[in-house]
Structures are given as structure tokens and as C-alpha cells.
């Protein structure tokens, strides 16, 4: 069963600092970190132009829970004839999480590699959204675009998920 977290909500718009730090709002650090040892979270590239923030024991046990489920079916011999889906898997596994941890006044450095992912330059805005279970980082133009497509589908989805 996965570690439950507060349900994050809230848009908030900050400007990346030279040095690449952004300061998340304490109540975000908070729901992020509140069962975990000091400040640490994990952040995933998620698509382009937005990453995610997660409670690293919540992203920690839907990680070894996927994971066991292909070691199973690995076991099982259902993944032969499957070795280059993952290899990519374990490329992309690779690659998509870093444990960051947040400094003073939450702020946190976004690390090399998913600077470039979120496509946000110092000085320029970036926009923090709670996503209910994560706490997501986008450039502004591609919320905008996320939004767009999806505004209209919220009653539906609101109204799926409430039953």
C-alpha cells in the first residue's frame, strides 16, 4: 500500500535564480517531506517543459512495486523477445529521478540535466502547481498549453473520480 500524502493543491508562479534555485512554497516542502528524514524529495522529468516533486517514500514504493511487477514477469518469461523495451525502460529509469533536497526558505537547485528538460532560463518564470500527490515545475508556456487541452475535461474528471 502506498504512504499517503496531504492533497496538494495551489498555483504559484516564482522566478528561477541565477544559480538555478527556486523557491517552492513552504506548505508544497511541507506536504512533500512531512514522513520523510529531512528535506529530501524526489524530482522526475515528467514531460517536456514540466517536473515533478514527490514524498521520496511515496516515490520510492510505486518504484519497487513497478519494478517487482517486471522482475515477476521477467521470472515468468514473459518479457523474452522484449530486451530492447528494457533496456529503454532502464535507460529512461535512469535518468528520469534525482533525490533533491530543499535548502532555506524552501529553495531548491534544479540539477543539470533537468534544467535543459524544463526548458527555463535564470530570471524567467516557472510555474509551481500541487497536482494532488506531487508537486509539479512548469515553463509557463507549456502549463498554458496543458491547460488548454484539458480545462474543458475537468467536470468530467472531477465528476469520474468523486464517485
Known amino acids: 500500500m502506498l504512504p499517503t500524502v496531504d492533497f496538494i493543491l ?11 534555485r527556486l523557491s517552492i512554497p513552504v ?15 524526489i524530482l ?20 519497487n512495486q513497478g519494478v517487482q511487477i517486471i522482475r515477476d514477469k521477467m521470472a515468468a518469461g514473459h518479457m523474452n523477445g522484449r530486451i530492447d523495451q528494457l ?4 535507460r529512461l529509469l535512469s535518468t528520469r ?6 535548502a532555506g526558505r524552501g529553495r ?14 535564470p530570471g524567467e518564470e516557472v510555474v509551481i502547481v500541487g497536482a494532488a500527490i506531487c508537486v509539479e515545475l512548469w515553463k509557463p508556456e507549456k502549463w498554458l498549453d496543458y491547460l488548454e487541452g484539458r480545462m474543458p ?7 469520474q473520480l468523486s464517485r
Open 108 to 121: 531548491l537547485v534544479i540539477p543539470e540535466g533537468f534544467r535543459e528538460f524544463l526548458g527555463v532560463e
Open 27 to 41: 506548505e508544497m516542502c511541507d506536504a512533500l517531506t512531512h514522513s520523510v528524514e529531512g528535506q529530501e524529495c
Open 10 to 20: 495551489g498555483e504559484h508562479q516564482r522566478t528561477l535564480d541565477e544559480r538555478y
Open 44 to 63: 522526475t522529468k515528467e514531460r517536456p517543459g514540466c517536473l515533478s516533486l514527490w514524498n521520496s517514500a511515496l516515490w520510492q514504493e510505486k518504484l
Open 97 to 102: 529521478q534525482k533525490s533533491v533536497q530543499f
Open 153 to 159: 475535461k475537468f467536470r468530467r474528471l472531477f465528476d
Open 87 to 90: 533496456q529503454m525502460l532502464g
